[in-house]
């Protein structure tokens, strides 16, 4: 089978030459199962994590919370390890499988060190209490898990995206409805991991709940290795970091240059277009950059010489996106506490459904269920009627949906200030008849659809916007975004601490100390919301200025496939209109030159 080869580089097959039985939702449902088993296990580390930290290891209440947000921004920063490596050396669908393995070691030495009582610190006074080989062992899976389950990540999402033709409407239609039943598998198996495995973590033994974790880890990277032949899978290109670099050296390097009056004079590959082919159309914003499009009359074609008018846009695109990634991390800032803080709310609330204890870590089960209520809905009734309003493939843009996740995200906030406060007020008045864990319902539901919007709305966007050879790098963005976020989550709660002890007439932090009745954590809360809303107005404008990606009509290369041509542009003629730009540049006009 022939890959597509360039001056510039490799570049990949695509779905038409490939085997018609390969790739689609058959191959899909292979990520389907993975996704369901490793979340399982994923999210409920999520969830009741801290409270391993807090009563196993011996973390005091901040560090337990930090140490948590801290393995999270992990994860999801080395994602973008993942989309790099799969991108580049790796297949995505060979990342998966090797991180995968990474990410099964890492779970099985912390069933191990939850098993074995002497791998256990002795509870102190001085958090953090775990020291020596205790401690070796601890932050190496904690290292090792990262890795396995951050760069993993970095893949699964253009691999599924590979599997759908995006040159044709089905294909897109079918693209958007994949990143919304990933959604859904995801969800499934998040609920039972924070209801069932979490439970048997909280009753049975922390040591069981990770074997599960690890085994159903193990069976999902099985069953995604015997779907092989199911997928397309791409041959890795160049690396994206080096064409990004290459196009800011050389429009660095022709920053004197003027440019053409007509974008058509700049440099484009001489070699045929064909159906298959990112072509992006050129845009007038960040103009300078098409310097580095511009060919010297004394120079020839090459890598580090000239670049393609697509190259170049391709960096546009990446520039673009830039305010649309710093907008969405404040949204995983406000998951960090979900995952923290309100589980150890929830520890201390009533937690009885009847003669049924609940586990706090488990109450992330209420905005699951409403996700795996609203995904199919808004799939199956939302999209088809909004396609008909809007002509959109997937109903609504990309970047409408995420603006509705994040207005959800500050109102959540909001509505957890307010339930604080009355958890408080509670507790301190009769601390013998708490309120209920349900009340912890609202916060969490409202984020769950604000979640259901702005996660696949991101990688969406990220895949959609993003050239074949970019798309686990792109997408990786989403997960990036959620690394800053949780390692922000923990800046600001060291920087509230900080300044709260100083100017509070009790010397006391808002999140100090290990009892929440003492903190002001609705205080905490209060300052998210705002800052949420204030990120939401800024995502407006940002999301308005946004300019989408354009690709060369289909039916254009159609027509002119059909008729024996292809689109392209001779050297000589990007040669003459560089001469003249020099010559311009140089007081002569482009006539004598």
Not at 9 to 16: A, F, V
Not at 159 to 182: A, H, I, M, V, Y
Not at 377 to 384: A, M
Request: with cysteine; aromatic share 12%.
């Amino acid at each position: 089978m022939e890959e597509n080869k360039g001056e510039f580089g490799t570049g990949y097959k695509t779905l038409q030459q490939c085997d018609k039985r390969k790739g689609g939702f058959r191959a899909s449902m292979f990520l389907y199962v993975l996704v369901a088993l490793e979340n399982m296990g994923f999210v409920a580390n999520m969830s009741s994590m801290v409270l391993y930290f807090l009563l196993v290891m011996h973390f005091d209440l901040a560090g337990s919370a930090n140490t948590l947000t801290n393995l999270m921004g992990s994860i999801y920063l080395l994602s973008v390890f993942g989309g790099f490596i799969s991108d580049t050396y790796l297949t995505r669908f060979n990342t998966c499988l090797i991180f995968g393995t990474i990410e099964v070691l890492a779970l099985g030495m912390f069933t191990i060190q939850a098993h074995i009582h002497e791998l256990q610190p002795e509870a102190c006074s001085n958090s953090p209490c775990v020291k020596g080989s205790k401690a070796l062992m601890f932050y190496s899976s904690l290292c090792l898990l990262a890795l396995g389950a951050g760069a993993m990540r970095g893949a699964i999402p253009a691999l599924g995206g590979d599997q759908f033709d995006q040159k044709d409407e089905k294909g897109k239609k079918s693209l958007s409805t994949f990143f919304n039943w990933l959604l859904l598998s995801t969800t499934l198996g998040s609920t039972i991991g924070v209801t069932v495995i979490v439970w048997i973590s909280m009753n049975k033994g922390w040591d069981l709940g990770f074997l599960i974790i690890t085994l159903a880890t193990f069976v999902g990277f099985v069953v995604l290795a015997i779907g092989k032949p199911y997928f397309h899978i791409e041959t890795p290109g160049d690396s994206p970091i080096i064409r990004v670099i290459q196009v800011i050296v050389i429009a660095f390097r022709n920053r004197r240059l003027s440019l053409p009056d007509n974008h058509d004079e700049l440099y484009d590959t001489t070699e045929e277009v064909t159906l298959d082919e990112d072509k992006i159309q050129h845009t007038n914003q960040f103009r300078s950059l098409d310097k580095a499009a511009i060919l010297r009359p004394d120079s020839s074609t090459g890598p580090w010489k000239v670049c393609t008018k697509t190259q170049v846009e391709e960096v546009k695109i990446l520039t673009r996106m830039l305010p649309i990634f710093a907008s969405t991390i404040l949204v995983n800032t406000c998951l960090a506490q979900l995952q923290t803080f309100s589980v150890q709310q929830g520890n201390i609330m009533d937690l009885h459904l009847g003669s049924f204890k609940i586990p706090p870590a488990s109450i992330p089960v209420i905005p699951l269920l409403f996700m795996a209520i609203l995904i199919p809905f808004y799939e199956l009734i939302f999209v088809p009627l909004a396609r008909k309003i809007t002509n959109h493939p997937s109903g609504i843009t990309q970047l409408q949906r995420v603006g509705v996740g994040l207005f959800l995200a500050a109102v959540s906030m909001g509505i957890a200030a307010i339930i604080e406060v009355k958890r408080r007020h509670q507790a301190i008045k009769d601390p013998t008849n708490p309120i209920s864990l349900f009340w912890l319902s609202f916060q969490y539901a409202i984020f769950g659809i604000a979640d259901m919007f702005s996660l696949i709305g991101l990688l969406e966007f990220y895949y959609k916007e993003a050239s074949s050879g970019m798309r686990s790098l792109s997408t990786s963005f989403t997960y990036l975004s959620m690394s800053i976020g949780y390692f922000l989550s923990s800046i600001f709660v060291d920087i509230i601490n900080s300044i709260t002890k100083r100017v509070t007439k009790s010397k006391q932090g808002w999140l100090q100390g290990q009892d929440l009745n003492k903190s002001n954590l609705n205080l905490f809360y209060w300052f998210l919301a705002i800052l949420s809303f204030l990120n939401f107005l800024n995502y407006l404008y940002w999301s308005s200025w946004y300019k989408y990606k354009t690709d060369t009509p289909e039916f254009e290369l159609k027509e002119k496939a059909l008729n024996g041509s292809t689109p392209f542009l001779k050297v000589g003629s990007t040669q003459a209109a560089a001469t003249a730009a020099v010559s311009k540049q140089n007081g002569v006009s482009p006539a004598r030159a």
